[in-house]
């Protein structure tokens, strides 16, 4: 039985946006709990939130490898969103997808350590830094495999299509005997 708003999430893309939207809104609450909120309801809520976006992120980062390994058209959040396309990835490596995710990690992860060092006390904010510088680096690499992944597949892909043009045009002869 295929139901309507379930099919909708079929598209990778589209659950891919839904995904981004949980955590842009998990993570602003994190940080609005964690800034207004006082006491221990908002030290337990900022902390719930947080570790929330980034069980989604690292999720997400992972579903995204997957889905990139196994030859799918995703080109990122933002392509998704604008039904732009980057060309760029078909000469190499997808240095602006690349770029941006960093640029993201970056700002989060800047915004989610300013934040717990305003919320949490000394020891629980130290362990805070090594939680979040964690789930930066695991985020960055994986989006450096899923550029690489993409270029190498867009490589293999070019190979083969030269090959089977070679094939046609000299007749299926590998040796010129």
């Not at 947080?50 to 690292?58: H, M, Q, R």
């Not at 629980?124 to 597949?153: E, H, K, P, R």
């Given at each position: 039985?295929?139901?309507?708003?379930?099919?909708?999430?079929?598209?990778?893309?589209t659950?891919?946006?839904?995904?981004?939207a949980?955590?842009?809104?998990a993570?602003?609450?994190?940080?609005?709990a964690?800034?207004?909120?006082?006491?221990q309801?908002?030290?337990?809520?900022?902390?719930?939130?947080?570790?929330?976006?980034?069980g989604?992120?690292v999720?997400?980062s992972?579903h995204?490898?997957?889905?990139?390994a196994?030859?799918?058209?995703?080109?990122?959040?933002?392509?998704?969103?604008?039904g732009?396309?980057?060309?760029?990835?078909?000469?190499?490596?997808?240095?602006g997808?690349f770029?941006?995710?960093?640029a993201?990690?970056?700002?989060v992860?800047a915004?989610a350590?300013?934040?717990?060092?305003?919320?949490?006390?000394?020891?629980v904010f130290?362990i805070?830094?090594?939680?979040?510088?964690s789930?930066?680096?695991v985020?960055?690499?994986?989006?450096?495999?899923?550029a690489?992944g993409?270029?190498?597949?867009?490589?293999?892909r070019?190979?083969?299509e030269?090959?089977?043009?070679?094939a046609?045009?000299?007749?299926?002869?590998?040796?010129?005997?």
């Amino acid at each position: 039985m295929k139901l309507a708003h379930v099919s909708f999430l079929e598209d990778f893309g589209t659950r891919s946006v839904a995904v981004h939207a949980l955590m842009v809104l998990a993570f602003a609450n994190a940080v609005l709990a964690g800034l207004f909120l006082t006491g221990q309801v908002g030290l337990v809520s900022f902390v719930a939130l947080l570790n929330f976006t980034a069980g989604l992120w690292v999720a997400h980062s992972v579903h995204s490898l997957g889905h990139e390994a196994a030859g799918g058209e995703y080109e990122g959040v933002l392509n998704e969103l604008l039904g732009g396309s980057t060309d760029e990835a078909v000469d190499g490596f997808n240095t602006g997808r690349f770029g941006r995710l960093l640029a993201l990690v970056a700002a989060v992860t800047a915004i989610a350590l300013l934040t717990s060092a305003q919320v949490l006390p000394g020891a629980v904010f130290q362990i805070a830094v090594v939680a979040v510088g964690s789930i930066a680096v695991v985020t960055a690499i994986i989006g450096f495999l899923i550029a690489l992944g993409a270029s190498y597949d867009e490589s293999q892909r070019q190979t083969v299509e030269r090959i089977e043009r070679n094939a046609e045009t000299d007749g299926g002869n590998i040796d010129d005997e």
